[in-house]
């Protein structure tokens, strides 16, 4: 089976301009999540999708948003890129909701720069 | 504010060498635990997790955690470290009724041969 895939591997953005980030989940997963991972720190929750519908949303600026397809791939999007953007962008896949035991798939993640 | 504490970051073994990796949260309610590990170049992957019953858990690679509640801590262990444990260690914390999960710092390992 494959697991969490995402897309792309690595991008460089310039201050203001906009992202769009892409996952593909494990097959069956209903549950998408988004963390971003700055260097040096733990990965932070951004946002968690379930079957199409947010059902969770992080510390994170209006800047970010999210969607979830009816095949439940995923993008994140930021828009008005700030140096602070860049970190590892890693979406994760769960089976339910999040709300159970289930423990998250994770994806290798995006490394976005912003210079 | 809910946190995670992973009280070491950078750690420094000789294989065979004995390994205990802290990790404290601060969450009064039901809690589920985990412990995610990401060599290089791979993505994070789960070691062990803990929901209840046995305090102590077993995970793969040998490794083991213990789930204090009065100490609110989850202390990843391994009585024997391999050059292959290289990596970086991550201890998550899912409150009860959340569905995200709440990561420490990480902890660098490196294991010389």
């Known amino acids: 089976d494959a697991g969490v895939t995402q897309s792309p591997t690595h991008l460089i953005k310039t201050r203001g301009q906009h992202v769009t980030l892409r996952c593909s989940p494990i097959s069956g997963h209903k549950s998408v999540s988004w963390y971003q991972q700055v260097l040096g720190q733990g990965p932070q929750f951004i946002f968690q999708y379930y079957e199409k519908e947010e059902r969770g949303r992080g510390n994170f600026p209006d800047r970010f948003s999210a969607r979830q397809f009816p095949n439940y791939s995923s993008e994140l999007n930021v828009n008005a890129l700030l140096l602070g953007d860049s970190a590892l962008y890693l979406c994760?896949?769960?089976?339910?909701?999040?709300?159970?035991?289930?423990?998250?798939?994770f994806g290798n993640g995006t490394r976005l720069t912003v210079t | 504010a809910q946190s995670v504490s992973q009280h070491n970051h950078h750690v420094i073994l000789s294989e065979a060498a004995s390994l205990e990796l802290g990790c404290n949260y601060s969450y009064g309610g039901t809690v589920n635990l985990f412990w995610y590990v990401q060599y290089p170049g791979q993505h994070l992957q789960l070691l062990l997790k803990y929901f209840s019953g046995d305090p102590l858990v077993k995970g793969i690679k040998g490794f083991e955690a213990e789930f204090i509640k009065s100490k609110f801590s989850f202390n990843l262990r391994k009585p024997s470290v391999q050059w292959s444990d290289t990596a970086e260690y991550f201890c998550a914390v899912k409150p009860g009724g959340y569905n995200k999960l709440i990561f420490g710092a990480g902890t660098r390992l490196a294991v010389h041969p």
């Open positions: 994760a896949s769960s089976p339910a909701e999040g709300y159970d035991n289930s423990p998250l798939h």
